[in-house]
């Protein structure tokens, strides 16, 4: 897979990455798998991290100013296994 920004070689890595909620909401996902240009940096994630991270970002708690969620954790607590995007739609619709 390559950076779509330029040619980079993308690598696997776990990291922490802030997401911004709504305008003044920022949640960190700690231990987040991405796919990280090597040339210059840019991240992306795959489609299976994204609609865990969707599903993870829509049940936060607005109110609160911070918040800081393991991504690891919420996969093990959970009842879903990666892979099975199907599921993340309609749990996501409740
Ligand atoms: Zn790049």
Redesign the pocket.
């Known amino acids: 897979m390559r950076?779509r920004?330029?040619a980079?070689q993308l690598e696997s890595r776990i990291t922490d990455l802030p997401f911004q909620i709504g305008d003044s909401s920022i949640v960190i996902l700690r231990s987040l798998p991405v796919l990280q240009?090597r040339?210059?940096g840019?991240t992306e994630l795959e489609q299976t991290t994204m609609s865990r991270v969707d599903q993870l970002l829509a049940a936060v708690d607005v109110s609160a100013e911070l918040e800081v969620i393991r991504y690891a954790a919420s996969l093990a607590s959970g009842s879903l296994s990666v892979g099975l995007s199907a599921d993340y739609s309609v749990q996501a619709g409740l």
Do not use: H, L, P
């Open positions: 950076c920004v330029g980079g240009c040339q210059c840019e």
